[in-house]
């Protein structure tokens, strides 16, 4: 019974934080501020209230419409807010978590729960945005490179953990970052690639080796089968977008990865 009480909470979290996201995908590429405007209708601009605002309940009170100009709003939000809140239940089952881990403290999984949660909010984050604009979110980048090597200087300090493999990726990332930022004063648009390339050194540092192995493959097997998928629509005359968003391919895939190697790894 405890558990089903610690697993719900954990659910209920994961929807809380959902609902940011939506509203991070929405206004981090138009560049507004995240965290001190209040969230606001899209269609009318009315501020929502504390009702408006209950992750999932409030999208069934309303039955999916804006209380103030009855807009549709799009079940993307109602669906973005259950997956996170799936995501962070299985992420923390797959860790055998529960209140009894927790009281007992031990620290090593505890931080990794924890690291391991906000690492996924980013990639989430990125994979909204990508699907949406076929763009990585370079403040998502550097919020995911700050905290990697944050969980890097805790390992080795407190874990004396050997890192040393790491520390290459990290360099390499970090140099990644200041090319594309220098780019970026010049007002280039920096080539997705750049983007792709520092995300995937990320998972790289972030996920077991196996994790990332596979988390590569499936992205490539993901494309392949894309590419074909729209070489059929072609033939069928309908018109279909030919860009192909990798970022959302990898994150994906690597959340699952990494959820189902805990899973494997915490059970046998
Ligand atoms: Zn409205």
Redesign the pocket.
Known sequence: MEQIIFYFLIFCIGTLFGSFFTLAVYRLPLHQDITHKRSY?P??N?KLGFWDMIPILSYLALRGK?R??K?KIRIRYLLLEILTGTIFLLFAMSLNFSFETVATLETSKLVYLLVGLLYFAGLIIIAGIDKERFTIQKSVILYETILITGYMIYLYIVEKANIHRYVISLLLLITLMIIDNKYLKKKIECPYVVEILELSIIMAIFSYPIGYIITVFLTLVAIGIKNILTKFRQNNKTSYSKKIPIGFYLTTFNIITIIVINWVACRW
Do not use: G, L, R
Request: glycine share 0%.
């Open positions: 209708c269609n009318c009315h804006c103030y100009c807009e």
